[in-house]
């Protein structure tokens, strides 16, 4: 047994979790992992577990990537950290010179950051003080969407839509202006219908802004698809008709892809799908290969150069943390977009989206099952009562006995909510693909209580 069970009891007294209530946590079998190999994560007794959740969304090629270890490695022989305040380092140059040559042709200029949620809180920061530096400072209200997840910093939960977030902080956040879920309104009340969604939705969009764009400095939007609220693609259209009506009430718009972003859509970036070149771009989680905390704001030319000004008028950007563009993460985030610049991982990204999305058939109907959503290469099953067809209450947390289940089968997941989640690695094969769908399947349908 090792230290497994002294581990297990340190974890519960010592180390508070994430989004985890503490009360309950060990409970169910919390699981340490010790190492990983490609896409299998194993913990402390060696099972092995399929990482269907690609670590919470962000791991790209398989962890433990021979490459990637061999750039951590290489850069941990020159310098771990320095700062990026007024000084500069090799990696952190050249990741931002190849960020701004793979994304849209809009974004000249990258700044960095830690996390997804900080990547966000730079865009609105920049996008605040663009207005300003303007002088157009009456232009400080943000435009979001219900059902939003930007990450859980005060700044990105302000311009994020979760009820729950808002009731429990909502006395920290800054107001905002805020559009129906494109998802919502297709399903809701246009019976479905694409098309008009899209028509609806631009025509709410542009009333706002036609009475109130001389107030508002930018429309923040998930890259196609509102992942966190439970995988609600746009139907399509959205990002592009948003962009045009922006760029005529000049308003920014910030396109958030921590999520969409490397791969996960099926494109690089999800901006790719309807050729948008947002204002600012926020990039995290699949940027190190998910490696490292390293994040990145992408900005366009006349953002950037807003902020250009003799040093006395304090037009700088005022923003930046002690491990920002630390050399470790940009040396792996480079390797990592240097494995995507073979090609080889975006080629065979049509044929896993599209095994995964036969595979997931066999649930519709089912009735412990709702509606299956798919984007690219992430999809939600949500979870029903069979009695009576609805999701579970919250709180009864058959989600998680669903997803132990799974575990004790060789597949990890976790849930989001009432949803099971599949978001493996990019570099999960067609096997394990049928793997993971018939394993959650099975502890899906065990669940007949
Ligand atoms: C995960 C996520 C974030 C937050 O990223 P963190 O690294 O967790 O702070 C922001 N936006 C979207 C769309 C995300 O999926």
Redesign the pocket.
């Known amino acids: 047994m090792r230290d497994t069970e002294t581990l297990h009891a340190w974890d519960r007294r010592y180390f508070w979790h994430p989004f985890t209530q503490m009360q309950d946590y060990g409970d169910d079998d919390p699981w340490i992992i010790e190492r990983a190999e490609g896409n299998y994560l194993y913990d402390m007794e060696g099972r092995r577990c399929l990482d269907a959740i690609a670590s919470?969304?962000?791991n790209v090629h398989g962890h433990r990537h021979p490459r990637l270890d061999a750039a951590l490695v290489e850069q941990l022989g020159k310098v771990a950290h320095s700062t990026a305040l007024g000084a500069s380092h090799p990696p952190a140059i050249r990741l931002a010179k190849a960020l701004v040559e793979i994304t849209p042709a809009s974004l000249r200029h990258c700044f960095f950051s830690e996390?997804?949620?900080?990547?966000?809180e730079v865009a609105i920061k920049m996008a605040a003080q663009y207005w300003g530096n303007l002088g157009r400072p009456e232009k400080r209200l943000f435009l979001t969407l219900d059902n939003a997840?930007?990450?859980?910093?005060v700044g990105?939960v302000s311009v994020g839509g979760f009820p729950l977030f808002h009731g429990i902080y909502g006395h920290l956040l800054f107001p905002t202006l805020r559009l129906p879920s494109p998802y919502v309104l297709q399903w809701d009340a246009c019976s479905g219908n694409p098309e008009r969604a899209t028509a609806a939705w631009l025509t709410t969009l542009e009333s706002i802004l036609k009475n109130q764009g001389g107030e508002i400095a930018a429309l923040i939007l998930?890259?196609g698809v509102q992942?966190?609220a439970g995988m609600l693609p746009f139907p399509p259209g959205i990002l592009a008709g948003a962009q045009r009506l922006c760029q005529t009430y000049e308003v920014l718009l910030i396109v958030?892809?921590?999520?969409?972003g490397f791969g996960r859509s099926g494109k690089l970036f999800a901006c790719e799908w309807e050729s948008v070149e947002p204002d600012l771009l926020?990039l995290?989680?699949g940027l190190s290969g998910g490696y490292l905390?390293v994040?990145a704001t992408l900005a366009a030319e006349h953002v950037f150069a807003a902020f250009l000004a003799p040093f006395g008028e304090s037009r700088q950007f005022y923003y930046g943390h002690t491990y920002t563009a630390n050399p470790l993460a940009c040396a792996v985030a480079l390797e990592n977009l240097a494995l995507f610049a073979e090609g080889a991982v975006l080629a065979a990204l049509p044929d896993k989206i599209a095994r995964l999305q036969a595979g997931l058939r066999r649930f519709s109907g089912q009735s412990w099952a709702g509606e299956v959503r798919q984007f690219g290469l992430m999809a939600a099953i949500p979870l029903r009562d069979p009695g009576t067809g609805a999701a579970y209450a919250y709180g009864d947390r058959v989600e998680y006995a669903v997803c132990r289940r799974a575990r004790a089968m060789g597949v990890y997941s976790r849930p989001l909510g009432d949803l099971i989640t599949v978001v493996p690695p990019l570099s999960v094969t067609a096997t394990e693909i049928d793997t993971i769908l018939s394993v959650l399947y099975a502890a899906m349908a065990e669940g007949r209580y």
């Open positions: 919470l969304w962000c996390d997804g949620a900080e990547a966000v997840y930007h990450g859980d910093t990105a998930e890259g992942g966190a958030d892809e921590v999520a969409t926020a995290g989680k905390p994040a």
